[in-house]
């Protein structure tokens, strides 16, 4: 296995801060338009793939994310009218919520989904080469391990 020498720690780093400004950039593009930050809309994008609601845990998971702080955004959220959240209690854990993407919730992701996407083109997709999907797949498989 290689040492973290000075070019891969340097490469790290270089990743960290692409992945960082176009994130910055997404963001920066939402907010502009639709005065919602990208972690608002990566809760309604993932809600939106599941169906329309998960369990917070599920939810957290999904998004990489501790509950602490997911909570407090889906405060702000239903205050927003986006979602709502409803106590479904299980079977070994008592205290679950499920999270609902709202009707209103779904139609403002359709129209945020347009300029994310259209931001996603602009600064991501038009610069990937097919080549370069394939290495970073390759990349994030072994990263993800």
Request: hydrophobic share 40%; proline share 3%; net charge neutral.
């Amino acid at each position: 296995m290689p040492r973290p020498d000075a070019e891969r720690i340097a490469l790290l780093r270089d990743l960290c801060a692409a992945t960082n400004g176009i994130q910055r950039r997404i963001d920066a593009d939402l907010v502009d338009e639709f005065d919602i930050p990208l972690s608002w809309f990566e809760v309604m994008a993932a809600l939106q793939r599941a169906g329309g609601s998960l369990r917070v845990s599920e939810l957290c998971h999904e998004l990489d994310e501790v509950a602490s702080s997911l909570s407090r955004r889906l405060d702000r959220m239903e205050q927003e009218g986006h979602v709502v959240r409803e106590a479904t209690p299980a079977e070994g854990d008592r205290r679950a919520v499920t999270v609902h993407l709202t009707r209103d919730g779904r139609s403002f992701w359709r129209d945020a989904n347009v300029i994310y996407r259209r931001s996603v083109q602009r600064n991501f997709a038009q610069v990937v080469t097919e080549s370069d999907i394939v290495a970073l797949q390759r990349l994030l498989s072994k990263l993800a391990r």
